[in-house]
């Protein structure tokens, strides 16, 4: 694979199919004011019509569904949709980022939680508009490990070189991602807001998030090598319950939709 390859190429639609279960049980949750950020200015919840791209097991799309939006969970990949919990407010759809198969200003909200850096940008953001009723807005979202904390950058270390490929750890970069987002002649208001988040986990769930990440090996050498890091990792820095903490800054990146021409 070549240095200039983009993360939308490097196999998004199928890379998380042999690890979506790890996924829905080991990834961390989203802070209550990054949602409460997304929202913020918008009819009631109750009243929104809500696309959640790139919705992998859903974990966003629960959030919203929570507080009564209705939610459009698109998802190209079948195993990440088949491990959405069914939820009334929730429809799980086989759509992607480019090509979504909503109508023409159908939602008032897209979101992508975790996953905007696997689309290709002007293409989706495109597509964005095109769903978006007038004024709506999109949300882009990332959990990014806050590196000044000393067990979180250890961990982040160990995944690094236990990767087969830590191109796609360099260049998923939040701010890089939502750059795209910025410029577009298509939206305006661009801002940002970050949020604190911790993930309390015990040993099993820092081993299986890491299984989660999709340039971590499943097995063999590498994985054993992880694996056993991990373990001593978590027995420096467990506490008396045998808990460690993922510390994350949840980033928020928003922009309303110019009007339609």
Not at 31 to 50: N, R, S, Y
Not at 85 to 110: F, N, R, W, Y
Not at 189 to 201: A, D, G, M, V, Y
Not at 204 to 230: N, W
């Amino acid at each position: 694979m070549s240095d200039s390859s983009q993360l939308y190429e490097m196999n998004p639609l199928e890379r998380f199919s042999d690890r979506a279960a790890a996924y829905a049980k080991y990834r961390p949750t989203y802070p209550a004011q990054a949602i409460d950020a997304v929202l913020t200015g918008l009819k009631p919840p109750a009243q929104l019509v809500i696309a959640d791209i790139g919705a992998g097991t859903g974990i966003s799309s629960h959030l919203f569904a929570e507080r009564g939006a209705k939610v459009y969970a698109v998802e190209p990949n079948a195993e990440m949709r088949q491990m959405v919990k069914p939820h009334s407010q929730i429809t799980c759809l086989p759509g992607t980022a480019e090509k979504t198969g909503l109508a023409i200003a159908s939602v008032d909200l897209v979101t992508c939680f975790q996953s905007f850096h696997w689309f290709q940008p002007e293409l989706s953001l495109q597509e964005f508009h095109r769903i978006l009723r007038s004024q709506g807005r999109t949300a882009l979202v990332w959990n990014d490990k806050d590196l000044s904390d000393a067990f979180t950058a250890h961990y982040r270390n160990l995944i690094r070189e236990a990767s087969n490929n830590d191109l796609v750890e360099e260049r998923k970069s939040d701010a890089l991602s939502s750059e795209t987002l910025a410029i577009s002649s298509l939206f305006k208001n661009f801002r940002l807001l970050s949020f604190p988040n911790s993930q309390i986990t015990n040993l099993d769930g820092l081993i299986g998030r890491a299984k989660s990440t999709s340039y971590v090996p499943q097995g063999g050498d590498k994985y054993q090598k992880l694996v056993k890091a991990l373990e001593q990792l978590h027995k420096q820095f467990t506490d008396e319950s045998g808990n460690v903490a993922l510390k994350y800054q949840t980033r928020v990146y928003l922009a309303e939709a110019v009007a339609k021409i």
